[in-house]
């Protein structure tokens, strides 16, 4: 087996990403999209009685993105070096190339916020790099590839010598056909998902991060993804509650992506402009397919898109609109006033336009949202999406 490549030096510091909630309950036990799980055997990294979204999320290591503290840091040590002994090479569903690419990526920005990296960790690093380059997602395409590619960028640039420049040539290929793809000209995510949008947002702000703590690709590349940034968090900001959370629309839930404020916080540490915020009235963000109607007493946001990417509708959801008032959102529950409406199937292109934009038009009188905090869907009313049960 070829040894790791050498770490490449760091030619500026890098910049504190955004951090994520600590998982780790204690050295043996995680609490997951809400549920607790035991991880004390070999066999808990592949336990049959959990769902393969709750696998994937135990083995992307978010928990490394976690504030520091003393003693889950040696949780976190001890955890990286078991998974390193109970997973051997290709073998379950940690091996599978998504949760590579996220686990990568979250060790290496584990080593580059200061945690030292035993030689062990390095060599297994490079492991999952040479499989990951071998699995990409063509057959998933979507955020799994972008995933892909930004793993192949961050092992490419952490790592020096051959087999890296390959990784990073690779990996910077596929992450600009991808954005040209997946990025919308008014700054929608093409699976038309305010929370995969703002997991893209994140991770574009991270390569930028990381491409300016090595120097390295060329300025003016770094540039064109910002400037992809700037026009993402201009349509994020457009889709957020006045509480600050986003709209649960294709798939979108709580508690997975970054808060828009905590983006916006990162932002400012990368020393990147801000963005104008969005005005009272109505906003249309035209190739996404989304509305806003804001007052100063309520906010609603509207889809009239397509379910997503005709080969991709994957996260396509039932819902149709969002609404919020502030004055109910300023209390203890930030998604207090939320409420959604059946989602309507779009129209053909040659025929009549769906219920929701023929009230736009014609002057039919708009469907109601629901009571405050009800998902109303093809089966009555729930409570709003709080924890996430489909494929990510």
Known sequence: MAPAPSMRPLAKAWTTPVERPSSLVSATKVRLLNEDGDIARPSDWTASDRSRLWLYTLHYFDDLAAPACREKDLWRRALVSRWIAENPPAAGVGWEPYPTSRRIVNWIKWALSGAPMAPAWLQSLAIQTRALEQRLEWRLLGNHLLANAKALIFAGLFFEGAEAIRWLSRGLALWSRELGEQILPDG?????SPMYGALVLEDILDVMNLARAFGAPRPEVIEDWAAVA???????????????????????ASGIAPRPGALDAYVQRLGLPGVNPPRQGATWLETSGYGRLATADAVALLDIAPVGPDHLPGHATRIRCRSSSPSETSGSSSTAARASMARVPSAPSNGPPPRTARWRSTGETPPRCGPASASVGARGCGTSPSRRTMAP
Do not use: C, Q, V
């Open 230 to 252: 700037d026009r993402m968090r201009t349509w994020l900001a457009a889709m957020t509650h006045p509480d600050g959370e986003i709209g649960y629309f294709n798939d979108a």
């Open 188 to 192: 929608g995510h093409f699976e038309r």
